[in-house]
């Protein structure tokens, strides 16, 4: 019997965090790079980066926990063979990313307003503690992958699993970001936005078709590979 906690893990929001990094270069580069690391900043740049990214993940690690506590007194009162579909949210989310669906999806834009009020004044403050202050409040961005993967922690079941979850996503966005963030302007100049996407559009594609395989049982695949080959 498949287990939907083999897919609906860590590990997997790593992996969708690493795809939708690629759409947070493009989108929200500008304002994540708000205070990217100058020859003439107060700090070293990895003390910078470093405490943008820590407080970051805090925040969405507290996020997700939040959601998958709330979420736990719903899922109480579902049946368990309902939750194994779950793990299809995901596959429905990187086939959303892959295709820029959720351009379209309505975003509680007060909540860009405010993080744009309040980054304007993080960043009178000194780099360290303006970057710090930008990362913890990264989730208030409009973002639609972000929002999905903050719903997707009320179906995990406990708050450490909802933190687990959220933590994970965060991990995978930190590589491309800081390299941005570190190389802000050269790679403004050499990575343009269509390439971008080309890349996370294949990269999400993949992703989808690999869960799907993990998940193969329940499509009952493996059966029919089985009375093929007899």
Known sequence: MFEYQTVYNGATAMVAGLVTSIHCVAMCGPLSCAFAPTRTADAPPMIILTGYHLSKLLSYTLIGALAGAFGSQ??????????RFIPWILVAFFVVVAFRLDRYF??????????QSANRRFV????????????FAS?????????????????????????????G??????????????????????????????????????????????????????AAVGWLCR
């Open 74 to 83: 719903v899922i109480n009162q579902l049946e368990g063979s309902w939750m």
């Open 106 to 115: 309505p975003k509680p834009t007060w909540l860009g307003k405010f993080y």
């Open 124 to 135: 009178k403050l000194s780099k360290p503690v303006a970057a710090s202050l930008i990362g």
């Open 139 to 167: 989730p208030l961005l409009p973002c639609g992958p972000l929002y999905i993967i903050f719903g997707l922690c009320l179906f995990t079941g406990s708050p450490i699993r909802g933190a687990e979850f959220a933590l």
């Open 169 to 222: 996503f965060g991990l995978g966005t930190m590589p491309l970001l800081w390299l941005a963030q570190s190389q802000f302007m050269r790679m403004q100049q050499r990575m343009k936005p269509d390439l971008l996407y080309r890349i996370q559009r294949g990269v999400a594609l993949l992703a989808a078709l690999v869960m799907m395989w993990r998940m193969r049982e329940m499509l009952g695949i493996d």
